[in-house]
């Protein structure tokens, strides 16, 4: 059972930036875990920014947020990173991050599917003024 927190969320001027961090601890730490962020603006579904796989360490993002963006993650401090440059007023939302056990292979389109991460943490809000 993983248990994710994440921190760093904040007010920012559009332009500006943000480093989101997600402390992750496991009961059992030989599982292998892909990672993902998520985030929710108000009114909208949930949908999906960026994920890193633990095979391999490839990294996929959404479009929106491809070239601003870089998820990233240290083994050592159990820590999942999302830098977040050029924010947006449209970055507005509360950031999830997600964790999911590897079982075996799977399609990098099923990392960008929310339902298939077992685990959750709470979220941090980031607010991106113009």
């Known amino acids: 059972q993983a248990q994710l927190a994440e921190s760093g969320g904040g007010l920012v001027q559009a332009g500006g930036s943000l480093r989101l961090s997600c402390a992750a601890s496991d009961r059992n730490p030989g599982n292998d875990y892909d990672m993902a962020w998520f985030r929710r603006a108000p009114g909208k579904e949930r949908e999906f920014v960026a994920a890193?796989?633990?095979?391999?360490?490839?990294?996929y993002y959404s479009d929106s947020v491809k070239g601003r963006f870089t998820i990233s993650k240290d083994n050592l401090k159990n820590t999942l990173y999302l830098q977040m440059n050029n924010l947006k007023p449209e970055d507005t939302a509360v950031y999830f991050c997600?964790?999911?056990?590897?079982?075996?292979?799977?399609?990098?389109?099923?990392?960008?599917?929310?339902?298939?991460?077992?685990?959750w943490g709470q979220g941090t809000q980031v607010t991106v003024s113009s």
């Open positions: 997600a964790a999911r056990i590897v079982t075996g292979p799977r399609s990098a389109d099923s990392l960008k599917d929310g339902g298939t991460y077992d685990f």
């Open positions: 890193i796989t633990w095979i391999g360490y490839s990294t």
